[in-house]
């Protein structure tokens, strides 16, 4: 083969390799700590394989508030990559390139972290750093390599012992006064990506005032090689195990409101981890409060692969076949399943005719939230003096069904961006706002009773929260969404809905029947690779260059463009500038528009709702009528806006 640089040249001159991509292999061979990196390069460009380098190359993976999140396995997989293997049939080597998951960028990453952590410690004392993951190829690699930077660079490290999920990290960091924390995970992701999620010393992923330091911090490193601190200087790691489960089981009783309901027996349950990290604490957990719980052989296995699965996503019906079939055989009630690092909850719940139905994320977040609100009052944590006080917390793309749940309770709502770590900022403000003297010096040493009583009387009481893509929290000693909590809580809505004489669908259905229908649509164009990736954006810039006027038939009544105009939440605080806008049409119906900061696609949200009365079932066929026909005239609308 020619010599590289030059083949390198040839391919950009000829408009075969993207200039960006001709740079960022420079920037990389020049920063990379391995051979496999030029090697890699080479095989690729000596196939002429110049879709796979510019997918690989295009960008550099830059570090934002959600950390990175890319391919670690490409699409082409060199030789040298392959190497002797590795474990459940993966490469060696994860995916060499500036815009994957690899050790180059996981090492930019981590050592930025730990810039920012170290800035924000008195001087003299050793940082302290929490790392967890899930089941993903790679994933114990990047835990333990991000571990012993952590320590060669004069921090102590926590490395879980095996696979734990993301909120257990985030109580972790909680529990153990940590000063961030990393848990690498692609969430639901394909198999062939992995990530790498940042959080801050309260538990939550970075927002400002920190974020900013950090994506600075890890954004100006250019290179995988480090200099390790003097070896008394450096820091120590510590191994985490079933001492810190127990601690976050035990925390996670208090999330029921009512235990007394599963006393006796409650239903049978069919769970599974879709390969991932949930039933290492979910199914222990609710054998504990008494349910039944049956797994899913095939899938109680840890593997990255996801084999029995097109997709990991509990959100999913597909994802979920295997349990539902042991479900019917079994004759169980209720199917749970969580995605691979537990921090989204899928359900399936038998309704009064024997039939299995697939829950929407919002409409298990609807349960929960009017269950919470109704038991609140049942169990005395609210009265009519504090009402107001309380409040849920979920997105803008989340259903109003929760809105006007709260509304009947007297409760308050507030609105945030995608993203849990949005809800988890109003936490820390609700916190922080319970003066220092009535914290006892240590507000987490509190338990839940204690910190409910002084956020009522001091501040805002955080009753439930989430978002649309199965993410939910009842409490504030995690600072995620929670798929372990999730199950807890679901649990009792379930044993509640068993002790009334009920089904959860036909319990579902009730509540559609006093607070009216709401449907919601969730769709997506996927678009890949470096083509993609602009196409994504100029179709969501286009909206606000050309917003829309009229729709399927129906004039725009509000538009609210997210990243050009100031706005406001309830409480007043404004929101950062995000790529989403809101429409909403005259005849009721809504719809939003963001890119997907995990996913090379760009979502649609789309909300229906018809007012209570007259026969259920043809007021659902209506809005659902009336959401396919938006969904067409949205599709026809964005294809026009890409031609």
Request: hydrophobic residues 40%; aromatic residues 8%.
């Amino acid at each position: 083969m020619s010599d590289l640089p030059a083949l390198l040249d040839q391919a950009t001159a000829a408009g075969d390799l993207l200039e960006s991509s001709r740079a960022n292999i420079d920037l990389l061979l020049a920063g990379a700590a391995s051979p496999v990196a030029e090697a890699a390069v080479r095989e690729l460009a000596g196939a002429g394989e110049w879709q796979e380098l510019n997918d690989r190359f295009y960008k550099t993976l830059a570090f934002g508030t959600g950390g990175l999140r890319g391919r670690t396995i490409g699409r082409v997989v060199t030789e040298v990559e392959k190497g002797a293997g590795g474990p459940n049939e993966r490469p060696e080597h994860p995916c060499v390139g500036t815009a994957t998951m690899n050790f180059f960028n996981v090492s930019r990453a981590v050592r930025g972290l730990i810039a920012g952590a170290k800035g924000a410690v008195p001087e003299g004392r050793k940082p302290k750093l929490v790392f967890a993951h899930d089941t993903r190829h790679f994933s114990r690699d990047f835990a333990e390599f991000c571990a012993k930077v952590c320590a060669d660079l004069g921090c102590d490290a926590y490395l879980f012992e095996d696979a734990r999920s993301t909120p257990q990290l985030s109580f972790a960091i909680r529990e153990l006064r940590a000063d961030a924390g990393v848990v690498l995970t692609a969430s639901h992701n394909p198999p062939h990506d992995n990530g790498f999620k940042a959080y801050f010393n309260d538990g939550a992923q970075i927002v400002e005032p920190h974020a900013s330091a950090i994506i600075s911090q890890v954004n100006a490193i250019d290179s995988e090689v480090y200099e390790p601190v003097p070896e008394g200087e450096r820091g120590s790691v510590t191994i985490l195990g079933e001492e810190m489960d127990r601690r976050y089981m035990d925390r996670l009783k208090s999330l029921l409101m009512q235990p007394s309901l599963l006393e006796g027996g409650s239903a049978k349950v069919v769970f599974t981890n879709i390969h991932g990290t949930g039933g290492h604490i979910t199914v222990p957990m609710l054998r504990e409060l008494g349910f039944e719980v049956l797994t899913v052989p095939e899938q109680d296995v840890r593997d990255g692969r996801f084999p029995t699965v097109a997709s990991p996503n509990p959100e999913n019906a597909a994802a979920l076949e295997m349990a539902v079939a042991l479900a019917e055989k079994e004759g169980a009630q209720i199917v749970i399943g969580t995605d691979p690092d537990s921090d989204r909850m899928g359900v399936v719940a038998r309704d009064s005719k024997g039939e299995m139905r697939l829950l929407t994320g919002n409409q298990i977040g609807s349960l929960m939230a009017w269950y919470r609100g109704m038991a609140a009052f049942e169990v005395g944590w609210l009265n009519d003096t504090t009402r107001a006080r309380a409040l849920f917390v979920k997105t803008f793309v989340t259903t109003e069904l929760q809105t006007a749940i709260a509304a009947k309770f007297g409760l308050g709502v507030v609105n945030t961006l995608t993203g849990f770590k949005y809800i988890a900022a109003k936490l820390k403000k609700y916190e922080d706002a319970i003066p220092e003297d009535k914290k006892g010096g240590d507000y987490r040493s509190l338990d839940e009773d204690t910190t409910r009583k002084l956020r009522l009387e001091y501040s805002r009481f955080f009753l439930f929260g989430g978002e649309e893509s199965y993410g939910y929290l009842g409490c504030d000693f995690v600072r995620d969404k929670d798929a372990n909590g999730a199950a807890v809580m679901f649990a009792e809505v379930a044993a509640y809905a068993k002790s009334v004489g009920t089904t959860l669908p036909d319990l579902l259905d009730s509540i559609y029947d006093e607070f009216g229908y709401h449907e919601e649509r969730g769709k997506a164009m996927v678009m890949e690779g470096a083509d993609g990736a602009a196409k994504i954006q100029a179709l969501a810039k286009s909206y606000s260059v050309n917003p829309p006027t009229e729709l399927d038939g129906a004039a725009v009544e509000r538009m609210r463009d997210f990243s050009t105009q100031d706005l406001f939440d309830e409480e007043g605080d404004q929101l950062p500038k995000e790529g989403m806008i809101f429409v909403d049409l005259a005849d009721g119906r809504s719809f939003a528009v963001r890119p997907s900061g995990t996913e090379p696609k760009i979502k649609f949200y789309l909300f229906g709702k018809a007012a209570p009365g007259g026969s259920l079932a043809e007021r659902k066929a209506e809005v659902g009528a009336a959401l396919d026909s938006l969904w067409t005239a949205i599709e026809a609308d964005a294809q026009s806006r890409m031609a």
